[in-house]
């Protein structure tokens, strides 16, 4: 499939009480001199309203300084300030049509400030907490802002968090989430101000800031061994009143596809609208930041009984299948009708992200943080593949809150103590559109190219999306802030504790699923397994996490920074699973173990800064084109450390419900002879009737055994040691940044079934001498499926799977990265153009039972990560004229993650489905019907299909021994120039997202 290609018309609506912006640009300068008419070197900020956006400039030798926004809005307060010298401010004013401001200034000696500067290098300093991306990064980290040109992500989904990630190139986009070093989305972390956030995207209006960090080696950040996405939301502001609106539309009529894009509903049609304001509710008392998003899109994806032709040759199957395959279904009561299934795949969504900070007493942060979120999701499940009553609907709703007291203690108020608090819930619940077993018919089918493809149907009822879940957080944090000898000295504490709870109720695959091998097969009613759930009791758990940090910020001069400290962490389970033990003396294994850990995590990081130039520093520059954030130049920064994850309630939610006790999970599997009858009109009817044994006298064919989860008294959470390393710098008008990223983890998840007998009964020497752990009659003649019962170490057992973290895995990235410095070029028009490119590479160790098993599954192997994409690129651009309007372009491209090539069933009978698949070499495969198909494959499939068959051709395939094509994406915005007199209060702009399908 390729990817989809539409235009979405994006109208943007901004209001000011104080004030709106012109699409002209205007400047702002002077000069500065002491009341003897001599230059001064001087510091001036100007700062725009209404909206505060804020640049510097530093006095030339002759006393001038030039500012220019691209973006003039005639209403501007410049500050100046000089060693020795009053400071100064002035409010400049537009008064007709100029667009050029004139503001000069005098400063008076201050004789008693120069005494005061003096001997307050002695004297302690107020501590601050200021986290922004205009504040000097941490020493050492490996972390950015989002900035960059307009435009970057479509507007249907502007604001998801992992969208904005994926706008970095150390970032890898996988299917779950945002990867670093080849980690799983699971070990990332969201966060809102500091603290968990349950949401994965947040309104677009909200005037926030959003930094994804790598590696932070200051001790007081930490529960995450993957990427952290930190969301800052701050207090509106004290002096002016913004408003600021988005509404886009999205029609179908202006989309462009393929047809197997438009089969699987790629091309949704809809609207969304999001509005945000802040200022002061009560004067000089209470202030707001609140943003309101509401989504809506629908699409018409087809379903095995509304594609066509074309749609369904390309997702593999023949439509005369399908047709005798409806043909079939009825009569068997599979139900294919469309009665009380939606039409359409609809999506309704609606955010709310809010603050209000009480400002009486300037010395104290009183602040209210909440975050409402409800999601819909309907026809899940929907494609060419699936018939309709085999989808269902999905629901989420999201709360969350965060308190914030903070306040200055101390001798003169100096140190700055900080409480935050924080709890959320999260409520999925998923409803299958027909209670009715499942099934699953493999299909082979010719295709145009004279080749044939299996292809797998689903028909049946939905139970497998059963799922009713609720996950609550609750947070707690205490730091404190001082420093010392000035400056020189700053110190950190913190105290941090967290407790996290899951509930899941409703049963997966309740009523089972049949499946058959042929079209053959289904018609003479001649299953070939059945799986089923038969219990599962609720799955319930709640762990905690705790931590306190200390970090030490030393500045012995200020181009040199250290940063070190510590945290000790600590993690357990608030309960514990129950013992079994008739398990205990059957397998001699450990049960009812909850295992808790304490563990030290140092760190240290450094950044020196070699340019001593008086311009350098931090700041902002927003034009037309986007808004770019420039840090301190020539600067090496490196550091390295240990990062440790959150330990997940779902670990102990496992292990509870599934104990292999009397009411604890238990699974029925059946192959072959063994198989029950299906019939889907009685089990429908009745759903009492559905099977709960295997036929009688089955033997090796069946098993119905209690299935078991147990933790490993060893087990820890995924932690992590990273060090990275930096350097940027200025050539001539141009930023360049080379960076290293380097991880060698630890305690890597994994299961080990304590069951498995690991006997070796067969031998398929056609496949590599693919061992088999059972013997031949546990295999059925007909079906090929295999039974596991024969591997089992005890038959009273079905899998026993064990949560071990014995796993290991390493990875780096390098990163090098050219933008110009907004602050030093300055053409004519407004004109920008960045490009960033990341080469990296990860590995970990696996074991068969994680899937993708061949030979022993116990034994491990290495193998590059499931997230390991070797290159990402991403370019940026834009320019603005008066007559052409704004122009911005962003353009991503990822190479192919790796996967493994598999089988549906279980060929060695250790239990797990999805070994490895055998590739025949046509040239020596002795079958000449299976040779035509490979040869067929390996010249007229896809790329990636050819490639992976060629690589492994004659052999077992290697663990993610093929990888997948690339991805890319351009998205172009255009802003068209608009009359003055519209006062920049209605901004039109046409977007064209995913250029490249």
Request: glycine share 12%; proline share 6%; net charge positive.
């Amino acid at each position: 499939m390729t990817s989809t290609r539409f235009l979405v018309l994006l109208c943007v609506l901004s209001a000011g009480h104080l004030g709106a912006q012109q699409p002209t640009a205007e400047t702002i300068r002077g000069r500065i001199t002491d009341d003897s008419s001599r230059a001064l070197v001087a510091t001036v900020t100007v700062t725009r309203g209404p909206d505060r956006l804020t640049q510097s400039d530093t006095t030339d030798t002759t006393g001038n300084y030039r500012v220019r926004f691209e973006q003039g809005t005639g209403d501007y307060l410049v500050y100046v300030t000089a060693p020795g010298f009053r400071s100064a401010r002035r409010r400049v004013q537009r008064e007709g049509t100029e667009t050029e401001f004139v503001a000069n200034f005098s400063l008076a000696s201050d004789v008693a400030q120069l005494e005061a500067v003096r001997v307050s290098a002695r004297r302690p300093v107020r501590a601050t907490n200021g986290i922004g991306p205009t504040q000097q990064l941490e020493p050492g980290s490996s972390e950015r802002w989002s900035d960059g040109v307009g435009g970057q992500l479509p507007p249907t989904v502007a604001g998801d968090l992992s969208a904005i990630a994926g706008t970095m190139s150390n970032v890898t986009l996988a299917p779950g989430g945002p990867s670093i070093l080849g980690s799983g989305p699971e070990s990332s972390l969201n966060t809102l101000n500091g603290m968990g956030l349950a949401a994965g995207a947040i309104p677009r209006a909200a005037r926030t800031e959003t930094r994804v960090t790598g590696a932070t080696f200051d001790p007081t950040r930490g529960g995450f061994a993957g990427a952290n996405v930190d969301v800052r939301l701050g207090p509106g502001s004290r002096n002016f009143q913004r408003r600021n609106g988005f509404m886009t539309l999205d029609p179908q009529a202006l989309q462009f596809s393929d047809p197997l894009s438009r089969s699987v509903g790629a091309t949704p049609a809809g609207f969304r609208a999001s509005f945000g304001a802040d200022g002061e509710l009560i004067r000089r008392a209470l202030t707001y930041n609140v943003a309101l998003d509401v989504a809506r899109n629908s699409s018409d994806p087809a379903t095995l009984l509304s594609a066509g032709a074309d749609e369904l040759l390309l997702a593999g199957v023949s439509p005369d299948s399908v047709a005798r395959l409806i043909a079939i279904s009825n009569p068997l009561g599979l139900g294919l009708s469309n009665v009380g299934i939606p039409g359409e795949r609809q999506h309704q969504a609606i955010t709310w992200l809010g603050r209000l900070d009480d400002t009486r007493d300037t010395l104290q942060t009183r602040a209210f943080t909440s975050y409402v979120g409800f999601t819909r999701d309907g026809a899940l499940g929907f494609g060419p593949l699936v018939a309709p009553s085999s989808a269902g609907e999905r629901r989420e709703r999201t709360l969350g809150t965060q308190l914030t007291l903070g306040r200055y203690l101390g001798a003169a108020r100096r140190v700055l103590n900080e409480t935050r608090i924080a709890a959320s819930q999260v409520h999925t619940d998923v409803d299958p559109y027909r209670a009715q077993p499942g099934a699953s018919v493999l299909i082979r089918s010719a295709t145009p190219d004279a080749g044939s493809d299996i292809t797998s149907l689903t028909l049946g009822g939905g139970s497998s999306l059963a799922a009713d879940d609720a996950r609550w957080t609750a947070e707690g944090a205490n730091e404190t802030i001082w420093n010392a000898h000035g400056r020189r000295h700053r110190f950190k504490g913190l105290v941090w504790a967290r407790a996290d709870g899951l509930r899941q109720e409703g049963i997966t695959n309740e009523l089972g699923l049949f499946r058959f091998n042929s079209l053959e097969d289904l018609a003479a009613r001649r299953p070939a397994s059945f799986s089923r759930t038969l219990s599962q009791p609720i799955r319930s758990g709640s762990v905690w996490n705790a931590a306190a940090a200390f970090a030490h910020q030393y500045a012995p001069t200020g181009f040199l920074n250290i940063l070190y400290g510590a945290r000790v962490e600590a993690d357990g389970f608030m309960d514990s699973p129950a013992s079994n033990p008739a398990l205990e003396r059957a397998l001699g294994v450990r049960t009812g173990a909850a295992p808790g850990r304490i563990h030290i995590s140092p760190r240290a990081g450094f950044s020196y800064t070699y340019n001593r130039d008086r311009d350098n520093g931090n700041g902002t520059n927003q034009s037309n084109v986007g808004r770019f954030y420039r840090t301190t130049t020539g600067v090496i920064r490196g550091g390295i450390g240990e990062f440790r994850d959150l330990l997940r309630p779902g670990i102990l939610a496992d292990a509870s419900a599934a104990t292999g006790l009397p009411g604890a999970t238990s699974y029925l599997s059946c192959v072959g002879a063994a198989v029950p009858a299906a019939d889907f009109s009685l089990f429908e009817n009745d759903p009492t009737r559905i099977p709960t044994q295997c036929l009688d006298g089955s033997g090796v064919l069946s098993e119905r055994a209690p299935a078991v989860t147990l933790i490993d008294p060893s087990y820890d959470v995924p932690r992590s040691w990273r060090a990275s390393l930096d350097w940027n710098t200025n050539v001539r008008k141009w930023l360049v940044r080379f960076s290293g990223l380097g991880s060698y983890d630890l305690s890597q998840p994994g299961i080990v079934d304590a069951n498995f007998a690991g006997v070796q009964r067969l031998t398929l020497p056609g496949e590599s001498a693919r061992p088999v752990f059972v013997s031949a009659s546990a295999i059925d003649p007909l079906s090929g499926s295999v039974s596991a019962a024969e591997s089992r170490r005890s038959s009273d057992f079905g899998r026993v799977s064990t949560r071990v973290s014995d796993l290991r895995g390493y990875g780096g990235q390098m990163t090098f990265a050219i933008s110009p410095d907004v602050f030093k070029a300055r053409p004519r028009f407004s004109m920008y153009g960045s490009a960033a490119y990341t080469l990296q590479w990860s590995h970990r160790q696996f074991r068969g039972f994680d899937g993708g098993g061949f030979g022993d599954p116990r034994e491990r192997e290495w193998a590059p990560s499931a997230n390991d994409a070797r290159n990402v690129i991403v370019l940026s651009g834009g320019f603005s004229t008066p007559k052409t309007g704004t122009i911005t372009m962003f353009a991503r491209g990822q190479s192919g993650l790796p996967f493994t090539p598999t089988v549906q069933g279980d060929i060695n009978g250790d239990g797990r489905i999805g070994d490895r698949a055998y590739v025949p070499n046509p040239a020596t495969e002795g079958d000449p019907s299976l040779a035509a198909q490979i040869k067929s494959l390996m010249d007229t499939g896809t790329p990636v299909a050819r490639e992976c068959l060629l690589a492994n051709a004659g052999r077992v395939a290697g663990r993610n021994g093929c990888r997948g094509s690339w991805t890319q994406s351009l998205n172009i915005q255009w802003r068209p120039p608009m009359p003055q007199r519209w006062n920049g209060r209605l901004v039109p702009n046409v977007y064209l997202q995913n250029v490249l399908a």
